[in-house]
């Protein structure tokens, strides 16, 4: 009995740390609609912080706690609710996820470039120190800052939990977020409520940082990733507790704290312990997301005030002058024969290698175009098929002797299949969560799948070789750049034929309104199995190419961060056309590159950058490029219209009406006047290619 309490009692604490994070997460979701992932981030940054002044301000504990937690977190709280999460429409759950997404990467990899990325050990603890205070409770040792986290958190939930049922705060926020504009006409503060729950929730994002701290040991900067158990476990307890009750959350995390402690025990090494230990709260979390029935309408809350917000804006292909087509449509096929002259001739060794990266980039990016951009499906576990390919072809060639295109192909494959049994799985589910069902993936893919040495190669990683077919050897960079475009073009090929086919068009109508999809005829399993099949199997073609690129790599080259980057790029470039996904890798991989130069502490803004980026996407969801393309556009437009002006000609649909009002003429849905579909301008659809942000 000794024993066992030896390992329950710890787990108690790490338990409460949980119960922050799935009460912080069930209060912001409950009363303004957002499912914040970004709250390990804040939880990280409030740690961060706090460390940052005890240790190198020297300023005392209870200054820091105050300056941290009480201070800075609400104020972070009430920025991003005041010019971010307030200015998207209630029922636009992509846009806030989007952003919560691009939150969760940039501040972690801000705060190491302000602050320097030195780790710290034995961080200090809020109230009772580990090392030097120590209790007995039934004969288990229990060390003091086990006691202040388990203290702490009780008294920070009853406060709370008081002060909600004591005040008629909680019945305004539900009418908040049932609809802001509503609970605005019945006299209701909305703006005052929302800013309220999203201070009350990173406080307790800033409370749970701190009290990590010192059961971790170690704060490292340059590795956010050890909050990854914290966002994992908040995320399931949340999920147990449906995400209404703040009481069930509280419970579940602390029992998820000590099952996981007390699987120790029983499991204390060797696969079992892999397979148990670190598997358990993925599969917990798996299990709830799938099974539980009052989830699967999570997120699709009707505003009976939604249809004042205004439509989504036209692709730029369908606003611009017919006239501009031939132009667009040779000028992109000339600039793919300058660049495969350029890559193969006088541009310098050490620039070749970058653009290689772009184009393998760009063949992992259209896997989110797909996915994203033709299903309106958000995956957050890309990253994990392209692992899956790239793990494939570097273990086939290893053990059996396969050619690595051959194992790129395998391993696309069992990318696809796996992106089909997470479809079967997701069922009966969509929207945000099957979103989170793909998060989970991620996650239990970076902890469990990829730390075997069959697959991910432990710690040592899985070395790609460069393909040789025949007497043709790709191990140069030049001529790996030929191979990448060929495998990038038959990718594009691929996706274009899917958007303009049958499936392309059923996958539009499941983006714009699955029960209206359904009520078409539409097999809403059928379409989804197949676009996360392909996407994945994509997906996987492209992690191989990269793993050849960068041989060796390991589960740290496609851990689940690296999986949110991928998102924010393209949906910051644009995730709705295929040129969007080129340009994303293009620009990724040179933006990547350029930082090089730049000291090593800078090295991590490219992600922060497209991060950033990706905030706009409540305002721009076509994608900055493609927001800039658009306009350049009309500008282009108006100018053909004065042109024709001056001439005395009759100007087009489209120059007529961008002179006029700045709107396009004439235009309707995803077709230009001409007749030219959404995707013209190439055969296989890249309506202009370029890759310059000003399109």
């Known amino acids: 009995m000794s024993t066992l309490l ?151 939930v009853a406060a709370l939990l008081l002060f909600l049922r004591l005040s008629p705060a909680g019945l305004e926020m539900r009418a908040v977020v049932e609809s802001r ?17 999203w201070a009350l929730s990173s406080v307790m994002a800033g409370l749970a940082g701190v009290l990590l701290l010192p059961l971790s040991n170690v704060l490292n900067p340059t590795n956010p990733l050890q909050f990854t158990g914290l966002l994992v476990a908040g995320l399931t307890a949340a999920a147990l507790a449906r995400m209404r009750s703040i009481g069930v959350a509280f419970g579940a995390a602390i029992g998820l704290g000590v099952a996981q402690e007390v699987l120790e025990l029983y499991f204390p090494n060797g696969a079992l312990h892999t397979a148990s230990v670190n598997a358990f709260p993925f599969i917990v979390l798996v299990g709830t997301l799938v099974g539980s029935k009052s989830l699967r309408s999570l997120g699709f809350r009707a505003d009976p005030m939604a249809g004042v917000d205004p439509p989504p804006p036209p692709p730029s292909v369908s606003i611009r002058d017919p006239r501009l087509d031939v132009p667009m449509k040779w000028g992109f096929r000339a600039l793919i024969v300058a660049f495969v002259v350029s890559g193969l001739t006088w541009v310098p060794g050490y620039w070749v290698t970058p653009l290689d990266a772009g184009l393998v980039y760009s063949t992992i990016f259209l896997s989110v175009t797909l996915i994203t951009g033709a299903s309106g499906q958000l995956s957050l576990c890309q990253a994990s098929f392209a692992g899956v390919g790239a793990f494939a072809a570097g273990q086939l060639a290893a053990h059996f002797g396969l050619p690595v295109l051959l194992g790129a192909v395998v391993g696309g494959l069992m990318a696809a299949v796996l992106g089909a049994v997470l479809a079967l799985l997701a069922a009966r589910i969509s929207g945000l969560i099957l979103t989170l069902l793909t998060l989970a993936f991620a996650l239990m893919a970076d902890t469990f799948l990829f730390q075997y040495s069959w697959s991910g190669g432990s710690g040592t990683g899985v070395s790609v070789p460069r393909p040789v077919m025949g007497s043709i050897d790709f191990t140069s960079n030049r001529a790996f750049l030929v191979l990448a475009l060929v495998v990038l073009l038959l990718c594009i090929l691929l996706v274009a034929l899917v958007q303009r086919g049958t499936t392309g068009r059923f996958l539009a109508a499941m983006r714009g309104s699955e029960p209206g999809a359904a009520s078409l005829g539409i097999n809403l399993l059928r ?64 933006i990547q590159f350029l930082f090089t130069y730049a000291p090593s502490r800078f090295q991590g803004l490219t992600p922060i950058l497209f991060a950033f980026g990706a905030l706009n996407y409540a305002q721009h969801p076509e994608g900055m490029v493609e927001y800039q393309k658009s306009r350049w556009m009309m500008r282009v437009s108006r100018l053909l219209a004065r042109v024709d002006g001056r001439r005395g000609t009759a100007p087009t649909a489209l ?29 296989v659809g890249l309506s202009s290619g370029v890759v310059s942000p000003r399109g």
């Open 181 to 197: 504009r509503l609970a605005q006409l019945q006299g209701i503060d909305s703006g005052k409520v929302a800013a309220s729950a």
């Open 6 to 156: 030896g390992y329950v009692l710890p787990g108690i604490p790490y338990g409460c740390d949980f119960a922050l994070m799935a009460v912080g997460l069930v209060i912001t979701f409950r009363t303004t609609g957002v499912f914040n992932l970004a709250f390990g981030a804040q939880a990280f940054g409030a740690a961060f912080v706090f460390d940052l002044l005890v240790r190198s301000e020297g300023l005392p504990v209870w200054a820091a706690f105050v300056l941290s937690v009480l201070l800075l977190s609400p104020a972070v709280g009430l920025v991003l609710d005041r010019f971010l999460f307030s200015r998207i429409a209630t029922t636009n759950m992509t846009a806030k996820i989007v952003s919560s997404v691009g939150l969760l990467i940039a501040i972690p990899q801000l705060l190491p470039i302000l602050f320097g990325g030195s780790p710290r050990e034995n961080p200090p603890s809020l109230w009772l120190d580990q090392a030097h205070v120590e209790f007995r409770l039934f004969g288990t040792a229990v060390n003091g800052s086990e006691v202040s986290t388990t203290v702490i958190t009780l008294g920070a």
């Open 655 to 683: 120059a007529a009406g961008a002179a006029g009002n700045g709107m396009a003429g004439g235009v309707v849905g995803g077709s230009a006047p001409n007749g030219a579909p959404g995707l013209a301008g190439s055969p």
């Open 527 to 590: 379409a989804r199995v197949t676009v996360f099949a392909m996407s994945a199997g994509i997906a996987g073609v492209g992690g191989a190419m990269f793993g050849s690129l960068y041989s060796p790599v390991s589960a740290d080259s496609f851990v689940y961060e690296i999986s949110l980057a991928f998102v924010v790029v393209v949906i910051t470039t644009g995730s709705r056309r295929i040129e969007g996904a080129v340009q994303a890798g293009m620009s990724f991989a040179i």
